[in-house]
Structures are given as C-alpha cells and as structure tokens.
C-alpha cells in the first residue's frame, strides 16, 4: 500500500514571509512546493486592460477547485499536471508542469488555510504573522526590484485590495493554524518549530 504524501500548508499576507519559509523547509526536509499562484483563474475571454483591473486579492480570483483536487491527488500519490500562469498577460499558458509525489509537499500562498477543502488535506497548517506595515516596505521593494513596479502604483494596489482582502480572508485564517510563526523571527526558529510539529505528527 502506498504511502500518503505529508502536505504542510503554510498561509500569511503578501510579504509576510511565506515563501522564504517554504524555501527553508523545502531544504531541510527535502520537499517540493506547490505555489498557489499557479492556480490564478484564466482571463484570456478578457481585454486585457479589463484583466489588469480584476481582484487578484481575493480568494474567487483563484481556481480552488482545481487546487484542492489536485493536492488530494498528491497525497495519495498520483502525479499531477500543474497549470501555468502568465501574469504579465493574466491567462493560463497551455504548458503545465509535472508535479510527482514526494514524501513531503509544501502548500504556499496566502488562502492556503482559507478552504475547509484543502484544510483537511494538511498535516501541518502554518501562518506567517506580519504587521501590514512591514508587509507594505517588503511588498514595495519587491515589485520594484522585480516587476518594473512604481511606488506609487504598489501603495495604491496595496491599500486599495491587498490589505482590505487580508484583513477579511488571509488574517482570519491564523485561527486554523497548528503554528503560528513570525514574520520578523529568525528565520531558524520557525522552521525548527513546524519541523516539530511534523515529526510529532508523523510519530502518531
């Protein structure tokens, strides 16, 4: 009988630090991760100045279903064929990516513990806590270093829906979460907690 596939599920606001966690713990216990981002609805029946004004901060912007049928696929060990996304467009490419099962796959994005559907899939569900302020300074420098972004094109994005739709659907999430980690912490701290809690999990 095969062995399920452990899913540890990490949620937090955009520049909380969820990514520099998964990429962390994709190292020390030789996982794969899978982005939520990957799952951005397809808006190619858009004009594409109408696809740049949509809600991507939202969880309907994302295809759940698609999601959550594929992560129960991973853990019971099936490959899966990963969408991919272009987000200079906002359309789905017709490539996927081959994900194949591993002994530990990684969920990151920020409803990761917004679905009760892809919640009961998780053998460790973690939230990375971060003031918006500082969600804002990292957000800023992000997207100015890597997507040709203005200032003031991301403090306008970021106060008009990233926080408003943090505030209603990624914060509350932290009340489904098995640890709580800190996005100022050392990095190590929180690793080594989440990585307790799936030893633990695993010894059950």
Aim: aromatic letters at 6%.
């Amino acid at each position: 009988m095969a062995v399920e596939t452990y899913l540890i599920g990490i949620a937090g606001p955009s520049g909380s630090g969820k990514s520099f966690l998964a990429k962390h713990l994709k190292s020390i216990l030789k996982a794969e991760v899978l982005g939520l981002d990957r799952y951005y609805r397809d808006l190619s029946h858009l004009p594409l100045e109408q696809r740049a004004g949509m809600n991507f901060d939202a969880p309907d912007a994302l295809e759940h279903e698609l999601l959550i049928a594929q992560a129960a696929q991973l853990r019971h060990g099936e490959t899966v064929p990963l969408p991919v996304y272009d987000f200079i467009t906002h359309t789905r490419t017709s490539k996927t990516e081959t994900l194949k099962p591993s002994e530990i796959i990684i969920v990151e994005g920020l409803f990761t513990l917004h679905w009760p559907g892809l919640r009961e899939l998780l053998g460790t569900k973690v939230y990375v806590d971060l003031h918006d302020e500082l969600c804002l300074e990292r957000r800023k420098s992000r997207d100015i270093r890597e997507r040709g972004r203005t200032v003031e094109s991301v403090v306008e994005q970021y106060e008009t829906t990233v926080a408003p739709m943090a505030k209603c659907y990624v914060r509350p999430s932290i009340a489904y979460a098995d640890v709580v980690v800190s996005g100022t912490e050392h990095i190590e701290d929180g690793v080594a907690r989440v990585v307790d809690h799936y030893r633990r999990r695993k010894r059950q």
